[in-house]
């Protein structure tokens, strides 16, 4: 079984600063993981994803997300923070041992960047 | 956008009407899928075709129905929906198998309104 938790339903942070979006998983096996990011009246666009390798992933528009095997989670993470980032954003994962190559989606987080 | 198109975009319709929903893959991909996006709701699942073999979730009601006639073409059917059907409705597009980049593509959306 797989599972993906996003504990916070939105997150505010202002313009310029740091931002962490949560996300944590549980699988049987090994994971993939994904993060991807809704704009308003728009379908989800791919942001990026931890396959195998280095625990830190980049991806899009300058976001980052960090693997963590031992708290098994996968934060989104940007070191500085754009009023044009306010969107939702979804964490998924794939369990790669159980034989299923649907993911399943987070619940959503809303970012909201205030100017 | 991202390689998947849908169709149409916006479509308001009574409960009594039957209307189709269509979605075009244009990234060589062989599996496909429909999710439903509910206001406040977790991203629904509801039909995944891979290698033109159906799966999909047993709690879809089934005044909902999909044909994928080809591996590129996905087509969700609607007949006496009602009110709580009116969602963003999202199809996606991925490459599955030992290939497979497991990342899904999503379209820009049908905002569906059952009156």
């Known amino acids: 079984a797989q599972s993906v938790a996003q504990p916070e339903d939105q997150v505010n942070v202002a313009e310029g600063n740091p931002l962490t979006v949560k996300c944590t998983y549980s699988?049987?096996?090994?994971?993939?993981l994904f993060w991807y990011v809704q704009y308003p009246n728009r379908g989800l666009q791919f942001l990026l994803k931890?396959?195998?390798?280095?625990?830190l992933v980049k991806g899009s528009y300058g976001f980052e997300a960090e693997f963590n095997k031992s708290q098994t989670s996968f934060h989104l993470k940007k070191p500085s923070a754009l009023v044009s980032d306010s969107a939702l954003y979804f964490c998924?994962?794939?369990?790669?041992?159980?034989?299923?190559?649907?993911?399943?989606f987070g619940r959503g987080t809303s970012l909201i960047v205030h100017p | 956008e991202t390689g998947v198109t849908q169709t149409p975009r916006h479509l308001v319709m009574g409960m009594t009407n039957k209307k189709s929903l269509k979605c075009e893959q244009h990234?060589?991909?062989?599996?496909m899928y429909w999710y439903k996006q509910s206001a406040k709701k977790p991203l629904e699942l509801m039909f995944v075709?891979?290698?033109?073999?159906?799966?999909e979730n047993n709690s879809v009601p089934s005044r909902f129905s999909p044909e994928c006639p080809n591996s590129s073409h996905l087509f969700l059917h609607l007949h006496t929906l009602q009110p709580e059907d009116s969602a963003l409705y999202l199809c996606?597009?991925?490459?599955?198998?030992?290939?497979?980049?497991?990342?899904?593509?999503f379209g820009p959306g049908t905002r569906l309104t059952v009156l």
């Open positions: 996606a597009s991925s490459q599955e198998g030992t290939s497979g980049t497991d990342t899904q593509y």
């Open positions: 699988v049987s096996g090994n994971p993939y």
């Open positions: 931890y396959i195998t390798g280095d625990n």
């Open positions: 998924a994962v794939r369990d790669i041992s159980g034989g299923s190559y649907i993911p399943t």
């Open positions: 990234l060589g991909h062989n599996a």
């Open positions: 075709y891979s290698l033109e073999e159906r799966v």
